[in-house]
């Protein structure tokens, strides 16, 4: 966009007081944001050290740093903040780590340990660990409404929240004997730290005097109490949001604050945003007519200088087989004929189980596509372990892969040993691992801690002995039987077929430090196992940097995953009652939050959008009937073309298939 509109410019210029900039889909918020900061600093007399803009994802902070970067070629952005709520949290921990009571180089557990060490605690006192993830949720959205374990247990309903908020007090201890935090410790801690010590805020609102803030209508309530916090008095505050694509309560997100922002900053500002660069007229128009079936704070009509486009299309499909069929042939068809290349082609859902028959029918077409959201192989728990046994191998010092594997499988060493251990060495700045071999340890252990303790010291130098003398595979093949981790595997998970898998990874790692380690030592005969442990952390990061390029396929991903993104084409399926909106919402009276969804599915698309449903649909073996979504009703039926069932539909069916098959024979001729 080389020019703002006069909404933008208004936006932009604005900066004497509190600003809520209003941006509907496709409305540009992203260059409002970029180039404000760029007047700010300057035109403004702002320094950049003294501004920060704060969004939800790493990859949106990287686009506007380096749109910042490119605005502000001929001054400074040395000190600029952009980055997620987190980093920012984790830099406030990481600067005032003394006042908060931790050592430098504290570790962050992300869920997968979360849940580990919430099933240890649980087992420790004899409860049922498969309740663990249950409980990890809850303590989530305690620390996201900023409340304490003891706050928890005094307002505990029934036994089960007993339990939690009981777990919760023990899971806090556990996490500062690791001197470790959780990622939703990132920003409790910091808001829970200014409250507590005001000399802190202020040399934190020194530093930060001009605070921007992107998809606003996500934020939890600890994330809207530290933007509340940094910008104090002065107000000197941008925050850019909609409420009619707030999709993210399930994690605490909460809309009301938009709302929120007028009671605590009565001289607000409201610029709204309307005029969409991404769909044509009648897409949006579409959107504007569903949204308005949702109450409003903020009224607004998204309007477009596009085309008025083609009609939105419905189509009635049989069953889930008809439907995933019925998308791969037209993509196909439309690439074949239309030369449409497959990456303009997008297809959202509700749920990620109704990918995979779209899967099958895409493979049997030939039709390349990428799957959003997928789990990287090192993001498993049972590789994460056994990194952690190979990371302590290589560097004694990693105290957060030496607590993810001292009691997995379990050595009876329970939560107050490590207490006492981590503040033993947290006194003498060695790590948690070289702690244990200090004799001044024996006076804070019982003789039968120390032991347990040193033995697995033992162990594990042994193992570091072993891989720079012997066969360094055939020493981790020694190790994964030593401590019985297959065993471990299939007592701690669901189903067999499940824990095989798990193995199989386990023996796949194994192979992939072999096959890499070898390639290492062709060029450097000198290469070892820690080689080629790095070797693969990075293939792993460049793997996952990779999901994020062009190539040409069709884009597979929830409604949650595509916002933010755009297509010219989008096809739209499950469009059926229990779908969208989903089972769960319609029996929790959510209706609200997936009709924005549904809202945020459409605005996805510019050019052109086809939604698709089924008569019937597989569960649990047997065909059930399904109902149209309330919201195709809610759609302004002159924009639609709807293609029913029976005959006709059959017949298009194969016309379209017979169309497909010439244009493929076209190619050869």
């Not at 990287?62 to 605005?71: F, G, H, I, N, P």
């Not at 979360?114 to 099933?119: A, E, I």
């Not at 009301?256 to 991404?278: A, G, H, I």
Request: hydrophobic letters at 35%; one cysteine or more; a negative charge.
């Amino acid at each position: 966009m080389s020019r703002l509109n006069p909404r933008q410019q208004e936006a932009k210029l604005y900066i004497s007081g509190p600003l809520l900039v209003l941006a509907g889909a496709g409305s540009g918020k992203t260059s409002v944001i970029t180039r404000k900061i760029a007047y700010l600093i300057e035109q403004c007399g702002y320094e950049a050290r003294h501004v920060a803009a704060l969004t939800f994802t790493n990859k949106a902070a990287r686009e506007m740093k380096e749109r910042v970067s490119d605005l502000l070629q001929g001054s400074s952005t040395k000190g600029l903040t952009v980055s997620t709520f987190h980093n920012l949290g984790m830099n406030i921990i990481r600067r005032e780590h003394k006042t908060l009571g931790f050592k430098p180089g504290f570790s962050i557990f992300d869920d997968q340990d979360t849940r580990s060490l919430l099933r240890e605690l649980l087992i420790h006192h004899e409860e049922d660990s498969d309740q663990a993830d249950v409980i990890a949720g809850q303590i989530s959205n305690w620390k996201n409404e900023m409340i304490d374990p003891a706050r928890a247990l005094s307002h505990a309903a029934g036994p089960e929240d007993v339990l939690a908020a009981r777990a919760y007090e023990e899971y806090q201890r556990s996490l500062r004997a690791y001197n470790a935090v959780d990622f939703d410790d990132l920003i409790w801690i910091p808001a829970r730290l200014f409250e507590e010590h005001p000399d802190v805020l202020a040399r934190w609102q020194s530093r930060i005097r001009y605070l921007l803030v992107d998809e606003y209508q996500d934020t939890n309530l600890s994330q809207y109490k530290l933007v509340r916090q940094l910008v104090g008095h002065r107000g000197m505050l941008t925050v850019v949001g909609d409420d009619d694509q707030s999709i993210y309560a399930w994690r605490g997100a909460r809309p009301e604050n938009l709302d929120q922002l007028q009671k605590d900053f009565p001289s607000l500002k409201v610029v709204k945003l309307e005029q969409n660069y991404r769909s044509t007229q009648r897409i949006l128009r579409a959107a504007n007519t569903l949204i308005a079936n949702n109450p409003h704070v903020f009224e607004k009509s998204l309007w477009s200088d596009k085309a008025f486009g083609e009609e939105l299309k419905v189509i009635h499909n049989r069953n889930e087989e008809a439907e995933c069929e019925r998308i791969a042939t037209d993509i196909l068809d439309r690439h074949l004929r239309g030369g449409i290349p497959f990456k303009n082609f997008a297809v959202l859902y509700r749920g990620n189980h109704q990918a995979r028959l779209l899967e099958l029918k895409l493979q049997g077409f030939q039709v390349p596509y990428k799957l959003n959201g997928g789990t990287s192989f090192f993001a498993r728990a049972e590789i994460k372990d056994l990194m952690g046994y190979l990371k302590v191998l290589v560097n004694p010092d990693d105290d957060n892969a030496f607590l993810r594997i001292i009691n997995m499988p379990r050595r009876e060493i329970g939560p107050s040993t490590l207490q006492k251990l981590g503040e033993y060495a947290n006194e003498r700045e060695v790590s948690m691992f070289k702690a244990i071999d200090e004799l001044g340890l024996e006076s804070r252990l019982s003789e039968r801690s120390l032991d347990r303790l040193r033995r697995f010291s033992r162990w594990m130098n042994y193992l570091t002995e072993q891989s720079e003398r012997a066969d360094p595979i055939q020493f981790i093949r020694e190790m994964i039987l030593d401590i019985d981790y297959e065993g471990w595997i299939r007592q701690n998970t669901a189903s067999e077929a499940a824990a095989d898998k798990r193995v199989q990874n386990v023996w796949t790692l194994v192979d992939s430090v072999k096959n890499t380690l070898e390639r290492l030592q062709e060029d450097d005969p000198d290469a070892g196992v820690k080689e080629a442990i790095s070797r693969l952390l990075l293939i792993d990061m460049l793997d996952r940097q990779e999901e994020e390029d062009d190539s040409n396929r069709v884009q597979l991903m929830t409604l949650h995953a595509s916002k933010g993104l755009e297509f010219p084409h989008v096809y739209l399926m499950g469009m059926e009652e229990e779908l969208l909106p989903h089972r769960n919402s319609i029996e929790e009276g959510n209706i609200e939050e997936e009709r924005r969804l549904a809202y945020v599915g459409i605005t996805r698309a510019r050019e052109t959008l086809i939604m698709t449903l089924a008569s019937q649909r597989k569960q649990y073996g047997e065909k059930i009937d399904c109902a149209p979504s309330r919201f195709l009703d809610e759609l302004p039926e002159d924009d639609l073309i709807i293609e029913g069932l029976g005959d006709v539909n059959e017949k298009a069916n194969k016309a379209r298939g017979q169309a497909t098959l010439s244009g493929l024979k076209s190619l050869f001729d």
